[in-house]
């Protein structure tokens, strides 16, 4: 259980067009869905959070006029990164919260594989 | 401020010699302490959630153990399938959304 979907895996793209990702929770339900960009040997930046049926709440210094999200059900978020530049390129990586299964309320996030975005 | 420090950066061992990896943090209120683990090119792969100071949870050759400061990931007789960087997140009770607080990550490296 618990499985996360991402697609394409792998991405290149001409400077200025404009790219979608799709994350998918498969057999869960989320009504939380996070988006995080990770350079080589880095940990996780999250770059903002997604509701469903309600504005995505961006993270400090992530454009959100760049970095569009839509979370349209309660298992389908998209990210678009409009008119992409090489340094746009990096590896990302979505993540949908878990029910809250346990009694103290803990949210666990379980991730997708990532899609690597290259801008040329 | 929320943080979480991981250390060491990286562990090279040899196949069966067992260690220790360590994830300090400080939080305004703990909702849940979380281990994933991370291959290259790939996404994060949960491994454990621990709730409480003295908690204690295991998985084949990983036991994970938390403290009221700090947490320990502790592999037995690894093998180099082991090899893979380990992330370390908090919770704090303070998020509605359920952000995580990410550490930088330990790489470890295990040789046959």
């Known amino acids: 259980g618990a499985v996360v979907s991402q697609h394409p895996s792998w991405v290149i793209c001409k400077s200025g067009t404009s790219v979608k990702i799709e994350c998918r929770s498969l057999d869960f339900q989320a009504t939380t869905m996070f988006w995080y960009r990770q350079f080589p040997k880095q940990s996780l930046m999250l770059m903002a959070t997604?509701?469903?049926?309600?504005?995505?709440?961006?993270e400090q210094g992530v454009e959100k006029d760049k970095f569009l999200i839509n979370h349209a059900s309660l298992t389908l978020s998209t990210l678009t990164v409009t008119s992409a530049h090489p340094e746009d390129s990096s590896f990302y990586i979505c993540?949908?919260?878990?029910?809250?299964?346990?009694?103290?309320?803990?949210?666990?996030?379980?991730f997708g594989p990532g899609t690597r975005l290259t801008v040329t | 401020e929320d943080q979480v420090t991981q250390s060491p950066e990286a562990l090279r061992l040899q196949e069966g010699e067992s260690s220790s990896l360590n994830c300090s943090y400080t939080v305004s209120g703990l909702r849940g302490l979380f281990w994933y683990r991370q291959d290259p090119g790939k996404g994060p792969e949960f491994l454990f959630t621990?709730?409480?100071a003295g908690e204690e949870k295991e998985k084949e050759r990983l036991k994970a153990t938390l403290t009221k400061k700090e947490s320990f990931l502790h592999i037995t007789a690894p093998k180099p399938e082991d090899s893979a960087t380990y992330l370390c997140a908090v919770q704090a009770r303070s998020s509605n959304t359920g952000k995580l607080i990410f550490g930088q990550g330990t790489t470890l490296q295990v040789k046959p």
């Open positions: 997604s509701n469903e049926g309600s504005k995505a709440t961006y």
């Open positions: 621990l709730y409480s």
């Open positions: 993540s949908a919260r878990g029910p809250s299964g346990r009694a103290l309320g803990s949210y666990e996030q379980y």
